[in-house]
C-alpha cells in the first residue's frame, strides 16, 4: 500500500463461480459440465424476459418490436426494477462476487468505510456481517429507489443509507479508510473524474477496491442473453450489455484512468 492511495482491481466472468477448477474429479469439471452449459443457456433465454422489465420498467411483448435504447436508459432504475432486482439477480449472479469482494477488504483494519453504488444493498449487508460492529459504513447510490428498497431489506445493524453522486461526492476529504464498488464504475460518465473524487474522500494509505466484469465473449451467460435479445428485436437489437456492464475491461484502459484519477494499481 502507498500512502497516496491504493486502487486494487478484479476482472470477473460469470463461470468463475460455477467451476471448480481445483479438482480434477469434481462432477463440475466433467462431462457433466456440457449438461450444465446447456441448461445455462436454456436459463440465460428465460432471462431475456426479466432483462427486458428490469431494464425498461415494462413487461415487452415479444413481438420483435423495437425497444428504445441508449446510453441514458442504461442507468435508469426505478419502478419495480430495484425489488425484481434484489430478488431475482442478487441471487443469481451479484451474491458471490459480494462475498469475494469483501473478503479482500476483511483483512485490513479500517474504521470508516465508503461504498459506491450500492444498489440494493448486497454488499453493504456482506460489509456488515464481516467487519466489526466498530467500523462505520455509508452505502451510497445515484438511485434513490435502489436504496430505498435497500433500506427496507435492512441490515443487521445500523447504517448509514445515503443519496450521492459518484461524479462528486458529498464527503470531505480524507474521510474514508476504504471505498468499495461492485459492478458500479463501469456505469460512471467519466471514470477518471469519479476515480479523483474516491481518492480525494481516502485518507492516506486508503485502499479503493472494486470489481468489473470480463468483455462479454468471456461470460457465456451474458453472451447468451444478449444473442437471444438480438433475435427477438432483430431492428433494434439490445446492445446494453455488451455496451456498459461488459464494457470496461481493457486493463490499461482502467490503469490509465485510475493513474488520471491519482491511484496506483494493483491487478488481481
Known amino acids: 500500500m502507498v500512502a497516496r492511495g491504493e486502487g486494487t482491481f478484479h476482472k470477473r466472468s460469470f463461470e468463475e463461480r460455477m467451476v471448480c477448477r481445483t479438482s480434477s474429479t469434481c462432477w463440475l469439471c466433467g462431462p457433466r459440465w456440457q449438461q450444465i452449459r446447456v441448461f445455462l443457456q436454456a436459463l440465460a433465454r428465460l432471462f431475456v424476459q426479466l432483462l427486458i422489465e428490469l431494464h425498461y420498467g415494462v413487461r415487452a411483448q415479444l413481438n420483435r418490436e ?68 466498530s467500523v462505520s459504513i455509508i452505502a451510497t447510490d445515484l438511485n434513490q429507489a435502489m436504496l430505498d428498497h435497500a433500506s427496507m431489506v435492512g441490515t443487521k445493524r445500523a447504517i448509514e443509507w445515503r443519496q450521492a453522486d459518484a461524479m462528486q461526492l458529498p464527503f470531505q476529504d480524507g474521510t474514508f479508510d476504504a471505498v468499495v464498488c461492485q459492478f458500479g464504475v463501469m456505469f460512471f460518465p467519466e471514470k477518471s ?20 466484469w470480463d468483455r462479454i465473449k468471456e461470460n457465456e451467460f451474458a453472451d447468451t442473453v444478449t444473442t437471444a435479445l438480438e433475435s427477438l428485436f432483430p431492428k433494434n437489437p439490445s446492445r446494453f450489455l455488451a455496451r456498459t456492464p461488459h464494457g470496461y475491461h481493457d486493463h490499461r484502459t482502467i490503469e490509465q484512468d485510475l493513474a488520471h484519477g491519482g491511484f496506483t494499481v494493483s491487478f488481481r
Open 193 to 212: 473524474k469519479a476515480f479523483s473524487e474516491v481518492r480525494r474522500v481516502l485518507r492516506p494509505g486508503g485502499v479503493f477496491i472494486f470489481n468489473v
Open 66 to 133: 423495437a425497444i428504445p435504447m441508449s446510453l441514458d436508459t442504461d442507468k435508469v432504475f426505478t419502478g419495480s426494477i430495484p425489488r425484481l432486482y434484489d430478488t431475482c439477480l442478487v441471487p443469481l449472479i451479484f451474491e458471490p462476487y459480494a462475498a469475494d469482494l469483501v473478503s479482500r477488504l476483511s483483512s485490513r483494519t479500517p474504521s470508516r468505510v465508503l461504498e459506491i453504488a450500492a444498489g440494493t444493498g448486497v454488499v453493504t449487508r456482506a460489509l456488515v456481517s464481516v467487519l466489526p460492529a
